[in-house]
């Protein structure tokens, strides 16, 4: 039997070096290490066997090394390697279920065992520690299934835990569309007239109303201006019914969702009246209309105001300053826990509304100058990582333009000049905003990446001839279009076209899955992170072309096979990945968990260095955070290993 601990102070010092017991109190963990038993034990001796069960005891590796070992089919097989401030046994102990590895010490070690009761009800008690072994070290054996810590009850104030700051709180809780009375919201029939329409808007003393049909759904809305603009100003009869007059479509949202999404959207279509119904689209009843005024009372303080500046903006300093400012939440959004992948929602917003307002100002100074536009309709698109709304820093920017067929060689020839000379002015504007010049070249300024749509469209059909080297990395640039300005339809069609043809090849499915698969985990086999051998980088990693990329590539290419057209973002994809079938659902979750804390990461790393972010210099990262990229790795190869099953390739 070993002797009960002494010196709980030194103990409890050395676990507080460590999560998850630095996310909690002292006095609690120097009670914890009171209780801890010291075991030293030998190269070649076992903390436990395969297939053993958990006992009452948490294991604290304080020095030494252990290797966890798979015993399958007659042979052993290394699937991890744990240093100092390791915590052993955690996975079995949360499922309650045999361990699935051996655990043998490779070097002379020292280990606490802590009270697993004791430590459980810590974990309970403490918002971050449980967070963090929740999402985090259920793959502390790597070869296990998806552990869950339940979250507990909420306190008898509707508290639900310490770590939810204020911003945590206002973007999870606070910011939610609540539907008001129903009998409050004023609504009339399409064939009411424009008079009794406009008597009751008066009655009420409200500004506008609801047309609806017999069924209570949303066709359009009523407003003070529209009977001033047509009835007043126009002279239409008042007679007229209200079908004529009213705004079309109705913009909705479902009851209980973000108010501060809902505020983007309006700013985006650029209306002042949201409808809510049942489930968020026009097919069920309305309940309610929400104005800015009551969004704003609902969702506080938000980035969304930003937009409001950006269109009242003229000069390049402004515009900086408006970028400048966006940085600043973005960082500390980050700092503060919040999702990346939604935080690139918000920036997607705010960047398409800047790129919007310059393209106004530099139609306007051309024109000006007497270059009037041409006829063909044209769109600007935003391709790459900007496409799938995850660029939060002003790094390289990704953007095409694609125009209309006229048949007029001549007219189509003058519309490609003029639409380079709009695109140049564009991306000057946006270098003076502080966004970088693409190095590869994917701007709409150059040529190559201002098409006509017939041009566009064989390119992308072209893509089916197995085509290789640069071909198809333009291809996998285009695969993330995204509509920003002009004429909608355009990037539509090819979007259509892409999801088309990349279904009917399976050759180039194969082709797309092989570049997943060919990036294998960035750990050695010590578990330490692989970083670049020469170079300016020489020592530091690549958390893109290793870590995100892979990932990335995946969703895409899933999302491709299987139609899923409904979301741009990586997160996204992977979210509407769960929901085709039971052998994407524990992957896709893990992936889309992974991919967040990436690109959280990189973006984190890329502000604190003033560049992309893109290359990490490991004696930076913390043990959790090495902990964290570990884990992310297993869900790598998980995903890898799950495209390889299901195009029935080779294993490496």
């Not at 009670?31 to 604290?60: C, H, I, M, N, T």
């Not at 024109?367 to 044209?378: F, H, I, L, T």
Request: proline share 4%; with cysteine.
């Amino acid at each position: 039997m070993s002797p009960r601990n002494a010196i709980p102070d030194r103990i409890a010092e050395s676990l507080r070096r460590f999560p998850p017991f630095s996310m909690l109190e002292f006095a609690d963990v120097r009670a914890l290490a009171g209780e801890a038993v010291v075991r030293v034990l030998v190269a070649g001796e076992k903390v436990w066997s395969q297939g053993d069960k958990p006992g009452a005891e948490l294991y604290f590796l304080a020095r030494g090394r252990v290797e966890y070992q798979w015993q399958v089919e007659g042979r052993s097989e290394l699937v991890d390697v744990r240093d100092v401030g390791a915590v052993l046994a955690l996975t079995s102990l949360l499922e309650m279920q045999p361990f699935r590895v051996t655990a043998v010490v490779v070097e002379d070690s020292v280990l606490y065992s802590l009270p697993w009761e004791r430590m459980r009800q810590l974990l309970d008690g403490n918002d971050v520690a449980r967070h963090y072994v929740r999402r985090h070290l259920f793959w502390a054996t790597r070869v296990g299934s998806l552990v869950e810590v339940p979250e507990p009850q909420s306190s008898p104030l509707g508290v639900k835990g310490r770590s939810k700051n204020i911003l945590q709180a206002h973007l999870d809780g606070a910011q939610l569309v609540e539907p008001r009375a129903a009998d409050r919201l004023l609504c009339c029939l399409p064939e009411t007239t424009i008079k009794d329409a406009a008597k009751m808007m008066v009655d009420r003393q409200v500004p506008s109303m609801l047309v609806v049909d017999e069924e209570r759904r949303p066709m359009g809305i009523l407003t003070h201006s529209n009977i001033v603009r047509r009835v007043v100003v126009g002279g239409l009869s008042v007679e007229q019914s209200v079908s004529t007059v009213m705004n079309v479509p109705v913009i909705t949202v479902a009851p209980r969702s973000s108010a501060t999404a809902a505020l983007l959207l309006m700013l985006r279509e650029r209306i002042v009246q949201v409808c809510v119904t049942e489930d968020g689209t026009t097919r069920t009843r309305a309940i309610d209309v929400c104005s800015e005024k009551d969004l704003l009372a609902q969702s506080g303080h938000h980035p969304a105001g930003l937009l409001r500046e950006i269109r009242h903006a003229k000069t390049p300093a402004r515009f900086r300053s408006i970028c400048d400012e966006l940085e600043g939440i973005a960082r500390s959004y980050l700092e503060a826990g919040i999702s990346a992948l939604f935080l690139g929602q918000i920036c997607a917003e705010i960047y398409d509304e800047l790129v919007q307002r310059l393209l106004g100002l530099v139609i306007a100074g051309l024109e000006g100058e007497g270059r009037k536009a041409p006829a063909n309709s044209w769109a600007w698109m935003s391709v790459g990582s900007d496409g799938r709304r995850e660029q939060i820093l002003r790094t390289d920017m990704d953007n095409a333009i694609v125009y209309s067929d006229s048949g007029d060689e001549a007219a189509d020839r003058h519309a490609k000049e003029w639409l380079l000379e709009v695109a140049e002015r564009v991306v000057a504007l946006l270098v003076d905003c502080g966004f970088s010049r693409c190095q590869g070249g994917v701007m709409a300024c150059n040529p190559r990446w201002c098409r006509s749509d017939t041009e566009w469209l064989k390119e992308i059909r072209s893509v089916n001839e197995g085509s290789s080297g640069d071909a198809l990395l333009r291809a996998l640039v285009i695969y993330d279009l995204r509509f920003v300005a002009g004429d909608k339809q355009l990037c539509e069609r090819l979007r259509e076209v892409v999801f088309e043809s990349v279904a009917a090849d399976e050759r180039l499915q194969y082709q797309l899955a092989s570049q997943v698969v060919e990036t294998p985990p960035p750990l050695n086999f010590f578990g330490n992170l692989i970083v670049e051998t020469q170079g300016d980088r020489e020592g530091e990693f690549d958390i893109k072309s290793r870590g995100l990329s892979p990932l990335r590539d995946a969703a895409r290419l899933l999302a491709l096979r299987h139609g899923l057209k409904t979301h741009y973002s990586t997160g996204g994809r992977l979210d509407q990945l769960k929901g085709c079938g039971v052998q994407y659902r524990e992957v896709a979750a893990l992936a889309q968990e992974g991919y967040e804390y990436l690109l959280h990461l990189r973006t984190l790393n890329g502000l604190k260095r003033g560049d992309t972010g893109r290359f990490i210099d490991p004696s930076a990262l913390s043990k959790m955070e090495r902990s964290q990229l570990a884990n992310v790795f297993d869900v790598q190869r998980m995903i890898q290993n799950l495209i390889r099953g299901e195009f029935r390739m080779i294993m490496r």
